[in-house]
């Protein structure tokens, strides 16, 4: 017994990990079935200690499947919409084609878990969850507990985030620009604008020149407003990319509506799901990506109070961009919508 999956994206950087995640969580599968472009047809992924042969995606692919897992960017997303729908197959997708679309929910299941069944309900379903922005995932699990306990008044957020963002080819180009540096030879960047090794610069999605914004910065107001159900937060973002391989940190300044001391926030936070409190004040040690890459949950230490403004704490946040922030969140969308039940994560 068992679905029969689709990973649209199974070459790339999240597509990988949707296997890893499906495994880990033992997803009943009957069939799996690895799709991506016509370049990466023929080529073999490894699902459960057996080869599996990836194919070309088509309208056809699919017939037959349960659900889908979409990481292959927003033209292949909406290309394919309809194919998919139609075959009654539920679209989870981790672009952001469809994230703002009335109709179709915005999901992080330890918030709103109940919005994923709403993409399947029999009249206005539309067949579509949307995963939402990485940074805003791995925000809003440490910060809706906090908010909802004393309610976010405005949050100013500075993310440093990895190269997994931009692709598995920004990965490659990491590591490969971090050699040629270190060679003292010449490197020109081909997938970021700027050379990344030893570098960092703010986030190269579309800047929206009427706001003065970089889009990305723009989706975590948008999108945390939707996933809150609630419009109140102010939100000010700075998105910068940093040389790390694949988890993002965020420095989160949020002034509340009511007091909230930093032990109620910290006695939160440790029993919040998806939440590991990560500090030794004595050692000055904090959640690092390399303590949090490959990890489940998101990581939260240095709590305090922010001595310029009453009512108000900082917090250091980090997450696994290509788990909690793109594959995982999506397969526990998947759980939610056709299990009903959440798989404990097995790798917190
Ligand atoms: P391929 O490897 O064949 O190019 P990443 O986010 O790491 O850049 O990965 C993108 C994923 O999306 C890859 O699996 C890639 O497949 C896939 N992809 C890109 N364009 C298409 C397309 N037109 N049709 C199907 N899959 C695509």
Same mark, same amino acid.
């Given at each position: ?20 995640? !499906? ?9 799996? =079935? $690895?799709? /991506?472009?016509?370049?990466? #047809?023929? &080529? ?98 440490? !910060? ?9 008044? =405005? $949050?100013? /957020?500075?993310?440093?985030? #990895?190269? &997994? ?184």
């Amino acid at each position: 017994m068992g679905l029969n999956v689709a990973i649209v994206g199974a070459t790339g950087a999240v597509g990988v990990e949707f296997m890893q995640v !499906l495994e880990r969580r033992r997803f009943p599968i009957k069939e799996l =079935r $690895l799709l /991506a472009s016509k370049r990466s #047809a023929g &080529s073999k992924l490894a699902f459960n200690g057996q080869q599996h042969t990836v194919q070309e995606l088509t309208a056809e692919s699919f017939k037959g499947c349960d659900l889908a897992l979409f990481s292959a960017g927003s033209s292949v997303s909406k290309q394919y919409r309809e194919a998919c729908v139609k075959a009654g197959c539920l679209m989870v997708d981790n672009s952001s084609a469809f994230r703002m679309e009335d109709g179709v929910p915005l999901v992080v299941p330890e918030i709103n878990p109940g919005e994923a069944v709403k993409a399947l309900q029999k009249n206005g379903g539309k067949g579509v969850i949307a995963n939402p922005n990485c940074v805003t995932i791995i925000a809003l699990v440490a !910060l809706a507990p906090l908010h909802k306990e004393a309610g976010i008044r =405005r $949050l100013v /957020a500075a993310t440093y985030q #990895a190269s &997994s963002g931009a692709g598995h080819a920004a990965m490659v180009e990491l590591q490969e620009g971090t050699r040629a540096f270190l060679d003292n030879k010449p490197f020109t960047p081909k997938v970021l604008p700027w050379p990344y090794a030893f570098n960092l610069f703010p986030h190269n999605s579309p800047w929206m020149e009427d706001k003065g914004y970089c889009e990305e910065e723009m989706k975590l107001l948008k999108e945390s407003h939707k996933i809150l159900g609630d419009t109140s937060p102010r939100i000010t973002a700075t998105c910068v990319r940093v040389p790390i391989l694949r988890s993002h940190s965020e420095a989160l300044n949020v002034e509340f509506v009511k007091p909230l001391s930093v032990a109620r926030a910290y006695e939160i936070l440790r029993q919040a799901p998806g939440v590991t409190v990560l500090e030794d004040r004595s050692k000055n040690r904090w959640p690092m990506p390399m303590d949090v890459s490959g990890k489940d949950n998101v990581y939260v230490g240095r709590i305090r109070a922010d001595h310029s403004n009453p009512n108000t704490l900082d917090l250091w946040v980090v997450g696994d961009q290509l788990l909690k922030g793109a594959a995982l969140n999506a397969v526990q969308c998947a759980e939610v919508a056709l299990l009903g039940k959440l798989a404990p994560n097995a790798n917190p």
